[in-house]
């Protein structure tokens, strides 16, 4: 019947075939047949296309996409069935389409007309589904009796191997629904209290397990009725998708009063998707004018003002419209250094203090007339601009209006500017003579603009124009002097690729030098060197003749040209750098284009930097386009920069592998093109990498050939027709394999985020090979002819045959490949991106990836524009790979660092943003299709990708973001009216940070990327489960579960209530990093997880943690983690085992730190690599004074997204250890009882003779009273410790502080009941109020039933028994025979109303003086709990709450329970480990096995330990007492034999959770060393 394709028509349509169609499935699904299951997949596929919801759950309920995941990810092809068995590719196009249309269909569906398949007729026609429908009419009538046929129903389901038609049918039916209708339920009342008790009753009076089937089911039907939506954005690319940018083009609606370069009308620009909002507006302002009077008339009248810059504090000096895009330019002055800077883009603050009042008295005499002059000035091109200023000077001096040019003639804004200015003489306001000084000046700043000035030409030292020469007098013959010195020169020559481009034979090196010497002294030798390269021939020929190095003018002019294409455009971002060869690359925006003459090409170029600085007169020599920057994606697209990293890895290969030696027949290019063929090196084409490796010379001729032409003809599926080399062995043939897999490893890895211009690795290239050549082989190899005899192993291939170098030298082939390099690097990274060729590899076309519009060009050819550098997302606490060297990101980098001086004591000053008036906003809309753009006003905060995702919701009715798309994004720039009356400071360029007296980069600010993570918790606002998108049908399902999830009859099945489906659903949604580090998720996942937190596991939760409420980089971080964590952790233990080895065991040394270098370059190779988290390094002391320190040092730094890393002074220790240690030492101080007394967290305990804090529950909250006189210290340090532990939380640590769940019930907002109160046994004060709260409690039970008239005198009489203390002071470590006989009546008699009924504060007015006895004990105990479990402790929580919130967003916790908190903030109390656990997470490393006599030893010292020994060896190996959360399954420790010598001792290093044992052969010596050890471990512990 599966395979009949008639059959699949006929059931699609049949009511009464439904039963089949599951029957079907299920036998399709479990067969082994591949033919069978195929015709399964093919039914799946019908049904999802009918577009029916019924049939897409069955299909769903039956497993389908489980089945096609499975035979997609097969690549085994079924065994012969007979000639219609599928092949596994056939299953797999099937496969692939059920799960495209599963996907399509995720949320509920429309059923068309006529479509419902499964509807009564199905249910009535089986046994099974007349059964479930007579349950359901039971309990709809609210007959009990149908929860009995409902739980002997799902007994029977259990036993079944197949449940679908019954689970379909429950689901059909809402079974959800119709137990809720019995409990009399609605969303906004409680339930029936008889109802609900018999339900309770119902299922679980023969134990849990019926509630646990009854769970599952109401799981099924959740599954099966859900609709969440799961969003992926290139989800496939990894983290490397939140810095690949997107093309963006920025449209200006900014009027015709403004002119606007062509290139800057409509630009498309790469903006990295996690880019806050402001940084596109600052870069907005940076390129746009702006003709506001009220903007400008701010911009003149703030000259003369002090302000706070990105550079300190200084004056604001002069303003004007400035460049060739008339930008708003302000002079400010900032420690004796003037900068010109867009003020309005550049973050800081104008304040309204004047430190020039003679420049600024001078700016608002002139005022009005210069803003009107900016005016027109603005509405013109700068080469416009002239004519009509001078046409306005002129009418002003003749006292006539002004007759404006034509090209100002139309443009009503120009003739308003101008109607001012003579308004302004008119009105007497200025004189004319004034009027036409200050017209003059701002035509002379015009003109000067235009002037070109003639200056020195500028010399790069990288540029390759510099020639060496050797100087000869006259007096010596050139014929006698030459031969003299000739191989002395042509060996210093040896090396340079360059002397290879100048010359082709020493004769015509012998004749330029003889015609340069007749002519004026002086042969060059090498011409087109960089400095560099010039002064080593220099030094390496000083001994031998003297020389000169001299420019090359005519390379100088060509380069010049070359550089100054018309492509680059205004608008334009390139990076450049300043004065100095060593200065560093920044990126910019070009903003004027100077040429010498009005037919030439720009010589220099004005930029403005990201910090809105501008840069005057930069030459071409100092601009260049930003480095290449490749995703993943992007891998088969390379650009030169790939083809050159692949000749590295090539070369390193070679000088890896030469120990081996195979030989083979044939030339070296046959095997190159064989082991190179499937990346596309091989065949004909441009770059003829073979032609290279067996004729270099002709290669170069066909490099310096086509140079001037382009060879698209290449077939990338063309066979390599030089001859393949015979391979002597089958391991030869393996490592030749090897190779090309290494080589191909490069393509498909691509260079994400690498030195794009290849020029940061030329010195890797330069250096010297330390052998030039294998030995070669004593006797001729049979059959292969001598001269084409190469070694080959792993790769490795290194040509016998001599070559004659050109200056008459014999050279390997290892110089050979050297040559190549170093002639690539010249040819393609030097001369700049725009010189590269079209080049194909592997039949794609090679193109330069910046993100946008492509430059690839021909030297000479036609330029097209390109955008340029990607506006980048600099991440708070991240740096990035991209901005370092290829392992220095895989470490911390120090970003601030704070000594114990900066940690004086100071009260706790929290800072509140003030918010502050803002010179101009900026307002984005985003235009899709004919749809006029939807302007929005968002936060500056909210990321570019945010921002995209919501424009894209409100304009369009569904539908994900296409991120691949080129973004419309129109802009509006809006100046406040209000601007003008502001007198206090101004907001300039939207910053945020708070500026705060000497140091502002040390105090608390607001980040975009921490506003990420506390906007989206604060956007959780939905109360009610039905207003979840995508909840569907399933909100009756949910609201069951939430019901029972709150009875504690249920609370044995709180695993069973994590629904499987769901869970999956968010976890799959948090592999989009796009999607969670923007902040961009589906609306359910965070309210879900808020209102239904049981529905997920504690393990996803966590994650979900870790991903949104720490900030973006910490996302990135602990996403990077869970994918190279273990690489990173096992390359901090091979760094180890390095230190340990390094002069012991050089083959060991040589093993590991090729094993390093493989990990290394693994992590940064990962599309899961984008950084690691930058560090603040403080140094404190340790003492009494460490707490106040710590305090200081967490106002300062609590809110810094850096992660805070600690020193000791007069120790040597650093790294994760100590900074565990740190967080150790400050929860043992507080525990301290001296501290404690002094600032008052806790409450005491009994032991008044102990140095810390004993209690067997934990530590309690001290409540305390309002008229406390040093509240302020203990809300400091409560904030302090919210601090400390949210700090903490974040960066991965433990604050190992015994505190109880009840603290972080109150954390949370949950009320407290009489539970947490001190009892009997705790060793706590205050053990009188709880056992007061015990006996009445255990009194109301028992006098609930008596008459009210009776019931005072009934509890005077249980209150005179006196077998109270047997029962209420009884606890484990005292025997009940020590315990007195007394009565309630004589307990209570002795306490008053106090805090703890014996003594504290006081709990009512005169509370000392009220004794209590059985008439006022409740009253008592009422005040009591209010004390203790609320007013007397809110403040404190309130602080901590406060110093927790300065880390992270506190809403985020929502999703945990106390008891969750409990043990993620502090760690699990109870160290339970086992032989098998040990055996699994203590690792014998170093030359120690698991069957070593030394490791037994310490696994069963380990397991003989008690509670405290376990708690004192987790200290001294790892720094923390207690183990991580999750217990034994997250730890790890290594374990070492001691090589030091004559040591007795065990140490550990506690960075990486590693053991030295020396070599111990009695159980009885360890335990003696280790215990020793533990208790000093000061001596040991590293």
């Known amino acids: 019947q599966l395979a009949s394709p008639g059959l699949l028509v006929t059931v699609c349509n049949s009511a009464k075939d439904g039963p089949r169609l599951v029957e079907m499935i299920e036998a399709a699904f479990s067969a082994e047949s591949s033919q069978m299951v195929a015709s399964g997949l093919r039914l799946c596929v019908s049904l999802l296309c009918k577009h029916n919801d019924s049939l897409h759950q069955l299909v769903k309920l039956q497993g389908a996409r489980m089945v096609a995941g499975m035979r997609c990810q097969t690549s085994e092809q079924a065994p012969a069935r007979g000639p219609a068995t599928p092949s596994g590719d056939d299953i797999k196009t099937v496969a692939k389409r059920v799960l495209e249309l599963c996907r399509e269909r995720e949320g509920p569906l429309p059923v068309e007309d006529g479509m419902e398949v499964f509807g009564p007729s199905y249910l009535v026609d089986t046994e099974c589904g007349s059964r479930i429908q007579a349950v359901c009419q039971q309990l709809q009538a609210g007959d009990q009796a149908g929860l009995a046929a409902l739980k002997e129903l799902l007994r029977e389901l259990s036993q079944k191997s197949t449940r679908g038609p019954t689970l379909f049918a429950l689901s059909c039916m809402d079974l959800p629904s119709i137990l809720l209708s019995f409990l009399e339920w609605s969303p906004n009342s409680e339930v029936s209290p008889r109802g609900w008790q018999e339900f309770v009753s119902a299922f679980t009076q023969d134990g849990l397990e019926d509630a646990r089937l009854l769970l599952s089911a109401v799981h099924d039907v959740l599954s099966m009725k859900e609709g969440f939506p799961v969003y992926r954005y290139r989800a496939d690319r990894g983290l490397k998708a939140v810095v690949e940018p997107v093309a963006v083009q920025l449209v200006g609606e900014v009027g015709t009063s403004v002119y606007r370069p062509p290139s800057m009308v409509a630009r498309t620009i790469g903006i990295e998707p996690m880019v806050p909002i402001a940084e596109v507006r600052n870069l907005v302002l940076r390129t746009t004018p702006v003709a506001d009077p009220v903007l400008l008339k701010f911009c003149f009248t703030k000259v003369g003002h002090a302000v706070k810059t990105p550079w300190g504090s200084g004056v604001i000096h002069s303003f004007r419209i400035g460049t060739h895009m008339n930008l708003p330019i302000h002079e400010v002055t900032v420690d004796n250094t003037t900068r010109k800077v867009v003020i309005t883009a550049m973050g800081g603050e104008i304040l309204p203090t004047v430190e020039d009042p003679a420049a600024q008295r001078d700016a608002e005499r002139f005022c009005d007339l210069k803003v009107a002059l900016s005016q027109v000035r603005i509405a013109l091109a700068h080469t416009d601009q002239g004519e009509v200023l001078r046409a306005i000077k002129a009418a002003l001096e003749e006292g006539r209006t002004t007759t404006l040019p034509s090209v100002a003639q139309e443009n009503e804004a120009i003739r308003s500017a101008v109607d001012t200015c003579h308004g302004l003489v008119r009105e007497e306001k200025l004189t004319q003579d004034e009027a036409v000084n200050v017209v003059r000046e701002v035509l002379a700043e015009v003109d000067a603009a235009q002037t070109p000035q003639k200056e020195d030409v500028e010399i790069d030292p990288n540029a390759r124009v510099h020639t060496v020469c050797i100087t000869v007098t006259q007096e010596i013959p050139f014929d006698l002097f030459w031969p003299m010195v000739r191989d002395d020169i042509f060996r210093a020559m040896r090396g340079l690729a360059a002397a290879r481009r100048t010359w082709r034979s020493p004769d015509e090196v012998e004749q330029q030098v003889q015609a340069g010497v007749a002519r004026d002294g002086m042969g060059p030798i090498v011409r087109g060197l960089t400095m560099e390269e010039a002064e080593g021939l220099a030094t390496r020929l000083s001994n031998i003749v003297q020389t000169s190095i001299v420019v090359d003018r005519t390379a100088m002019n060509e380069l010049n040209n070359d550089q100054s294409a018309d492509s680059i455009h205004l608008g334009a971002r390139l990076e450049f750098r300043l004065e100095g060869n060593g200065a560093p690359w920044v990126l910019g925006t070009v903003v004027s284009r100077h040429c010498p003459t009005a037919d030439a090409k720009p010589d220099k170029y004005d930029l403005i930097d990201d910090k809105a600085q501008l840069h005057e007169g930069l030459r071409p020599t100092r601009i260049r386009m930003p480095k290449t920057r490749l995703g993943r994606s992007e891998a088969r697209n390379m650009v030169a920069s790939a083809l050159h990293e692949n000749v590295f890895r090539l070369r390193e290969q070679i000088t890896r592998r030469r120990t081996l030696g195979r030989f083979m027949t044939g030339p070296v290019a046959g095997l190159i093109g064989h082991g190179l063929r499937g990346t596309g090196f091989g065949g004909s084409g441009e770059l003829e990498l073979l032609n290279f490796l067996d004729e270099p010379g002709v290669f170069i001729d066909a490099v310096r050939a086509d140079n001037d032409a382009e060879n698209d003809q290449m077939d990338p599926d063309e066979e390599d027709d030089d001859e393949v080399m015979d391979v002597a062995d089958g391991e030869a043939s393996e490592v030749n394999r090897e190779a090309s897999e290494g080589i191909a490893d490069g393509v498909e890895q691509g260079f994400d985020e690498g030195d794009g211009d290849g020029s940061d690795r030329l010195p890797q290239f330069a250096e010297a090979a330390t052998e030039t050549t294998a030995a070669a082989p004593e006797e001729d190899v049979p059959g292969i002819p001598q001269t084409r005899v190469a070694a080959v192993a792993g790769g490795h291939l290194i040509a016998q045959e001599e070559r004659r170098h050109p200056f008459g030298e014999t050279e390997p082939f290892a110089e050979e490949i050297r040559m190549m390099e170093e002639l690539f690097t010249q040819r393609v990274i030097q001369r700049g991106p725009g010189d590269l060729g079209s080049i194909r590899i592997g039949g794609f076309r090679a193109q330069d990836q910046r993100g946008g519009p492509v430059r690839v060009s021909r030297p000479g050819g036609d330029n097209k524009e390109s955008m340029g550098g990607p506006l980048r997302c600099e991440f708070a606490a991240l740096f990035r790979a991209a901005d370092g060297t290829s392992t220095s990101s895989l470490d911390h980098p120090v970003a601030d660092r704070i000594v114990a001086a900066d940690l004086s004591p100071a009260g706790d000053r929290p800072v509140t943003p003030e918010e502050k008036p803002d010179v101009v906003g900026v307002t984005f809309g985003l235009k899709t299709g004919d749809k006029e753009p939807n302007f929005m006003s968002m936060p500056a905060s909210l990321t570019l990708f945010r921002m995209l995702q919501l424009m894209h919701t409100d304009t369009t009715e569904g539908g994900l973001l296409n991120i691949e798309d080129t973004f419309v994004l129109h802009f509006k720039v809006d100046v406040s009216r209000a601007l003008l009356d502001v007198q206090g400071p101004v907001c300039v360029g939207g910053d945020d940070v708070v500026y705060d007296g000497a140091e502002p980069a040390r105090k608390r600010r607001r980040l975009a990327e921490q506003d990420t993570a506390r906007r989206l918790y604060a956007e959780v606002e939905l109360k009610r489960l039905s207003d979840l998108p995508g909840v569907g049908g399933a909100v009756q399902a949910l609201w069951l579960l939430r019901l029972m999830h709150q009875d504690p009859a249920f609370e044995g099945l709180a695993t069973e209530f994590v629904s499987a489906a769901v869970d999956k659903k968010l976890r799959n949604q948090l592999h989009d990093p796009l999607c969670v580090v923007s902040g961009g998720m589906p609306v359910w996942v965070l309210h879900l997880t808020k209102l239904c937190p049981f529905l997920f596991s504690s393990k996803t939760r966590k994650v979900l943690l870790k991903y949104t409420a720490f900030g973006m980089s910490y996302s990135i971080h602990w996403m990077q983690e869970s994918q190279v964590g273990d690489l990173l952790r096992r390359r901090a233990t091979i760094q180890t085992e390095l230190n340990s080895v390094a002069a012991t065991n050089p083959h060991k040394l040589q093993e590991l730190s090729q094993d390093l270098s493989n990990i290394e370059d693994h992590i940064v190779r990962s599309p899961s690599w984008v950084g690691s988290l930058k560090t603040t390094l403080a140094k404190l002391v340790k003492g009494p004074d460490l707490v106040p320190m710590s305090e200081r040092l967490l106002e300062l730094c609590a809110s810094s997204p850096h992660m805070l890393e600690i020193q000791f002074d007069g120790e040597t220790g650093f790294g994760a250890a100590v900074t565990r240690g740190f967080y150790n030492e400050i929860c043992k101080s507080l525990q301290e009882r001296d501290v404690n007394r002094a600032v008052p967290m806790w409450v005491e305990d009994s032991g008044v003779d102990e140095p810390f804090l004993l209690s067997r529950r934990g530590l309690l909250t001290r409540p305390l009273p309002a008229d406390f006189s040093c509240w302020p210290a203990v809300e400091s340090r409560f904030r302090f410790l919210g601090r400390l532990m949210g700090k903490a939380l974040r960066e991965g640590f433990l604050t190992p502080l015994p505190l109880t769940s009840d603290f972080f019930k109150l954390v949370q907002g949950v009320p407290l009941d009489k539970s947490a109160l001190p009892r009997t046994g705790d060793g706590l004060s205050g053990e009188f109020v709880g056992v007061v709260a015990d006996f009445l409690e255990d009194a109301e039970a028992q006098l609930r039933n008596v008459d009210s008239a009776l019931r005072q005198e009934k509890f005077k009489e249980l209150c005179s028994v006196d077998e109270f203390g047997a029962k209420y002071l009884h606890s ?211």
């Open 1372 to 1582: 484990s470590d005292v025997d009940s025979k020590e315990v007195p006989r007394i009565s309630f009546t004589d307990y209570i008699s002795v306490g008053c109303f106090l805090e703890t009924g014996t003594g504290g504060a006081e709990l009512c007015k005169n509370g000392v003086d009220i004794t209590v006895t059985p008439d006022n004990v409740h009253e008592f105990l009422k005040l009591a709990c209010e004390f203790w479990l609320d007013k007397g402790v809110q403040r404190q929580v309130a602080a901590f709450r406060q110093g927790l919130g300065d880390v992270f967003p506190v809403e985020s916790l929502a999703t945990f329970t106390a008891v969750e908190l409990q043990v993620m903030f502090c760690g699990d109390d109870e160290i339970e480990w086992d032989e098998k656990s040990l055996l699994a997470q203590v690792r014998p490393l170093g030359g120690l096995t698991s069957e070593s006599q030394l490791y037994k030893l310490l696994i069963a010292e380990m397991l003989a330990m008690d509670k405290k020994s376990r708690s004192l060896f987790l200290d001294f190996v790892t720094s923390c007492p207690r183990l991580p959360p999750g217990g034994m399954s997250k730890f790890h420790m290594d374990v070492y034999p001691e090589n030091t010598e004559n040591s007795v001792m065990p140490r550990s290093r506690a960075c990486a959770n590693q053991l030295y044992l020396p070599p111990y052969r009695a159980a009885e010596e360890l335990h003696e060393r280790l215990q020793e050890a533990m208790l000093s471990s000061s001596g040991h512990h590293r």
